[in-house]
């Protein structure tokens, strides 16, 4: 997150403003993460701009927007060291855009700075991600001892899901009828459904049976041993019993994670020959760049499946 701390904006109508756009998250849905997340974008930069002595947004212009850039890519990053990640720039001015496109759409400004303003994803190299093979995959299952421990890998791996997917899942947004799990809330406030393949329905549907014969006030799909809603430690400490319980020396070399799982799902549908774009529909990607990021495959392939296209 690009906000340092203590940032105080003096500029009434800009308060007013990143207010206003903070509800306007909050109304169309958004997690009270990316709300949040989206209301200190708004509110450093324009710290900033109220800095550079400008008062009102509608004199915001693009060479604004490009010092901002620049002061971002210069600010030191006081939790790990070094500069701010690309990613982490890139994330703040798609909150920008957001913010701007807003404006404009409520007749608050006469040009939008971002017409005039490029910026585009950071071209980071690629780092080594961990991905489990198919076989690896199918140890972990054969060390589950209970339907839950089996709806976890169905739902990280059979359903590609995230880990806030996975805890924001309500039994609800599961049709056992039809073979689809809807996600409401994925990342974006961006919804998906996603088909369920026959086993991971059969294990979803095998703990659930479990789960309702047990008293529990909650919608929740999956609940821990407090009877409360599954959280993403719930899930990665399970994951690293499963790989103890193995005694596989491969597999308690890699560091294995819900998102591994997820990496992994990615991996072997593209292996298995599906196209990049139903992978990312899979996935809930907005970008294909994205999906191709998130599977371990060489350069070479990605581009062969974009050109088949």
């Known amino acids: 997150m690009p906000r340092q701390r203590n940032i105080v904006v003096l500029n009434e109508s800009y308060q007013k403003e990143i207010e206003k756009f903070y509800q306007t ?3 169309l849905g958004y997690v009270a993460n990316s709300c949040r ?11 900033f701009i109220e800095g550079q002595g400008i008062k009102s947004i509608n004199e915001i212009k693009g060479i604004h927007l490009t010092d901002y850039q620049k002061y971002l890519q210069l ?13 982490t720039i890139h994330h703040c001015f798609r909150n920008l855009r957001n913010f701007f496109d807003y404006q404009q759409r409520e007749g608050k400004i006469v ?14 190299p690629d780092r080594e991600r961990t991905v489990l093979t198919q076989e690896e995959i199918q140890i972990l299952y054969r060390y589950t001892q209970s339907a839950q421990e ?16 996975i805890e924001r899942l309500n039994i609800e947004d599961i049709n056992f009828k039809e073979h689809i799990l809807i996600v ?9 459904v996603v088909p369920l393949a026959g086993k991971v329905s059969q294990q979803l549907e095998r703990y659930l049976d479990e789960r309702l014969q047990e008293p529990a006030n909650s919608r929740a799909f999956l609940l821990n041993f407090k009877k409360r809603r599954y959280r993403e430690h719930n899930g990665n400490y ?4 499963l790989v103890a319980r193995s005694r596989n020396s491969e597999l308690q070399q890699k560091e294995v994670s819900l998102h591994v799982l997820r990496h992994s799902i990615a991996t072997h549908l593209i292996e298995q020959g599906l196209a990049l774009e139903k992978v990312r529909d899979f996935l809930g990607h907005y970008h294909i760049e994205t999906t191709a990021i ?3 495959i060489s350069q070479q392939q990605i581009n062969q499946l974009i050109r088949n296209e």
């Open 184 to 192: 409401k809330q994925g990342k974006g406030n961006k919804r998906r």
């Open 294 to 296: 998130y599977t371990h």
């Open 37 to 47: 997340y989206g209301q200190c974008c708004v509110e450093d930069f324009l710290h």
């Open 25 to 27: 998250l909050t109304v």
């Open 150 to 165: 089996e709806a976890v890998l169905a739902l990280a791996y059979g359903c590609g899901l995230r880990a806030g997917e």
């Open 75 to 87: 600010r030191p990053n006081k939790r790990k060291g070094g500069t701010l990640n690309p990613k």
């Open 238 to 241: 399970l994951l690293r019993q």
């Open 111 to 124: 040009a939008n700075p971002f017409d005039s303003f490029m910026y585009r994803y950071p071209d980071i």
